[in-house]
């Protein structure tokens, strides 16, 4: 009778505390689409003549990296800090400000898309940090990371929007103009070419 009261006791114990911790989890990822919700709104707010609403942005999402139950609320946290990353790196002067700013913005894409690879938004973000970083390397020195820049467009366009929305489209059609870009700035002996530039304007 008595490991039958123990029992029954750990087993309501347990049953508690299940209860209570998902309660904590739901209260949790409220609290980081809160933080979320108001990086967003400082993103919105960011300026030539004004960055510190960007700084604000990075500082907040890497505090709520990866604390959120849901996967897609985590995927959206790396991808508006990575945004926030190209942003940055769009607006310090220096090459090596700038390697080091896109460097770390693709990371933060590469990391969204382990979280989930079937959107768009990763491949592209991933892919535009990789194109400035080469462009502040130096068009010839970054050749060898070409490939890659393509892979990660091409799987941009093949894959949905979170918002369901054909990759193609993201960014004003960004995928297309990174091609048309890249065929432009790329030397004609590796594969350069005007006219499949023309063909992503």
């Known amino acids: 009778m008595y490991y039958e009261i123990k029992n029954s006791w750990i087993i309501a114990v347990s049953l508690f505390l299940t209860i209570i911790c998902s309660n904590i989890s739901s209260a949790d990822d409220s609290l980081v689409k809160e933080v979320f919700n108001q990086a967003l709104v400082s993103f919105?707010?960011?300026?030539?003549?004004?960055?510190?609403p960007i700084e604000d942005v990075i500082t907040e999402l890497q505090k709520i990296e990866e604390k959120a139950d849901d996967a897609d609320l985590n995927y959206d946290i790396y991808i508006l800090e990575s945004r926030a990353f190209y942003w940055?790196?769009?607006?310090?002067?220096?090459?090596?400000?700038?390697?080091?700013?896109?460097?770390?913005?693709?990371?933060?894409?590469?990391?969204?898309?382990?979280?989930?690879?079937?959107?768009?938004e990763a491949y592209y973000f991933a892919g535009i940090h990789l194109a400035r970083w080469a462009e502040a390397n130096g068009v010839l020195t970054s050749l060898g990371r070409k490939d890659e820049l393509?892979?990660?467009?091409?799987?941009?366009?093949?894959?949905?929007?979170r918002n369901d929305e054909d990759g193609e489209s993201l960014d004003g059609y960004g995928p297309d103009r990174v091609f048309g870009r890249l065929y432009f700035k790329m030397p004609t002996l590796f594969g350069g070419s005007r006219e499949k530039s023309l063909n992503y304007s």
């Not at 919105?44 to 510190?52: D, E, G, P, T």
């Not at 700038?98 to 690879?117: S, T, Y």
């Not at 393509?150 to 929007?161: E, G, Q, V």
């Open 88 to 120: 940055k790196g769009e607006h310090v002067n220096g090459s090596d400000q700038k390697i080091a700013i896109h460097a770390a913005g693709q990371i933060l894409a590469d990391r969204a898309k382990k979280l989930n690879a079937g959107y768009a």
């Open 150 to 161: 393509i892979d990660y467009m091409n799987k941009a366009l093949i894959h949905p929007t």
């Open 44 to 52: 919105s707010q960011r300026s030539a003549i004004n960055s510190i």
